[in-house]
């Protein structure tokens, strides 16, 4: 109520007054514990390795309890390889950017060779060391060694996938081997380089990876290992 010459009058209600934001649902804000410890889980990996990544730093950085881990995380084996698990599904989030988005008319080998490089520089961020420090740890934790086993086995299947669906033309029974190596490479890669940093020999092994894949889109990969029927026209080479 205001007064004006000695009249009361009711102004109407002012509607400056920011709305208040909508409250969380539950779901959201497990989401949100779930992926602060993920991360922390992460940043701990990279910046102290994997000896001195304790439960306690991983909960203080991720700002939770201690109960509050345990409930979405028993152990520490399944927070470590949920980790991977999560840095995992971001890279499988790149598939489409690195595979399918290339300009129009660009071939399988152009495609390739592009979405190679675009792995590379995913695989050079910081979180993968991550993937390494708890690679070598498994070889002597066997709980770590069965969790990674099945988040690797998880996130192998679904880039074969994508292989198939971005490269139709590549044979299935090339397709997981030529994951395999592509991964390989480039963790091992990302190994060298915690030793010497090299570009132009990261290149290089990139463009022999490279060539290796487009020779397997284009049907004109030779494997010395496979069996060769008598109606082969291909001759081995000899040395």
């Given at each position: 109520m205001?007064?004006?010459m000695g009249i009361e009058m009711e102004l109407p209600p002012t509607t400056d007054a920011p709305a208040a934001p909508p409250r969380r649902t539950q779901q959201e804000r497990r989401e949100k514990t779930r992926t602060a410890l993920l991360e922390a889980t992460v940043a701990c990996l990279v910046e102290f390795g994997y000896g001195a990544s304790t439960t306690l730093e991983i909960e203080r950085r991720a700002g939770v309890s201690r109960g509050a881990r345990?409930?979405?995380f028993p152990s520490k084996a399944l927070l470590l390889a949920s980790a991977v698990d999560h840095l995992y599904s971001q890279l499988g989030d790149h598939y489409e950017q690195a595979f399918g988005h290339a300009h129009a008319g660009a071939t399988d080998a152009e495609r390739f060779g592009s979405g190679l490089q675009l792995l590379w520089r995913v695989y050079q961020r910081p979180g993968y060391a991550a993937v390494l420090e708890l690679s070598m740890a498994a070889r002597t934790d066997d709980e770590l060694r069965a969790r990674l086993?099945?988040?690797?086995d998880r996130h192998r299947a679904l880039a074969i996938d994508a292989a198939g669906k971005y490269f139709p033309s590549l044979a299935p029974s090339l397709a997981w081997p030529l994951v395999e190596s592509i991964q390989a490479t480039l963790l091992g890669l990302?190994?060298?380089?915690?030793?010497v940093d090299d570009p132009?020999?990261?290149q290089a092994v990139l463009r022999m990876t490279?060539?290796?894949?487009?020779s397997c889109l284009s049907g004109t990969f030779f494997d010395p290992h496979a069996p060769v029927h008598a109606s082969s026209t291909i001759?081995?080479?000899t040395c």
């Amino acid at each position: 109520m205001t007064a004006i010459m000695g009249i009361e009058m009711e102004l109407p209600p002012t509607t400056d007054a920011p709305a208040a934001p909508p409250r969380r649902t539950q779901q959201e804000r497990r989401e949100k514990t779930r992926t602060a410890l993920l991360e922390a889980t992460v940043a701990c990996l990279v910046e102290f390795g994997y000896g001195a990544s304790t439960t306690l730093e991983i909960e203080r950085r991720a700002g939770v309890s201690r109960g509050a881990r345990i409930h979405y995380f028993p152990s520490k084996a399944l927070l470590l390889a949920s980790a991977v698990d999560h840095l995992y599904s971001q890279l499988g989030d790149h598939y489409e950017q690195a595979f399918g988005h290339a300009h129009a008319g660009a071939t399988d080998a152009e495609r390739f060779g592009s979405g190679l490089q675009l792995l590379w520089r995913v695989y050079q961020r910081p979180g993968y060391a991550a993937v390494l420090e708890l690679s070598m740890a498994a070889r002597t934790d066997d709980e770590l060694r069965a969790r990674l086993k099945e988040v690797g086995d998880r996130h192998r299947a679904l880039a074969i996938d994508a292989a198939g669906k971005y490269f139709p033309s590549l044979a299935p029974s090339l397709a997981w081997p030529l994951v395999e190596s592509i991964q390989a490479t480039l963790l091992g890669l990302i190994m060298q380089r915690n030793i010497v940093d090299d570009p132009a020999r990261d290149q290089a092994v990139l463009r022999m990876t490279e060539a290796v894949a487009v020779s397997c889109l284009s049907g004109t990969f030779f494997d010395p290992h496979a069996p060769v029927h008598a109606s082969s026209t291909i001759k081995r080479p000899t040395c």
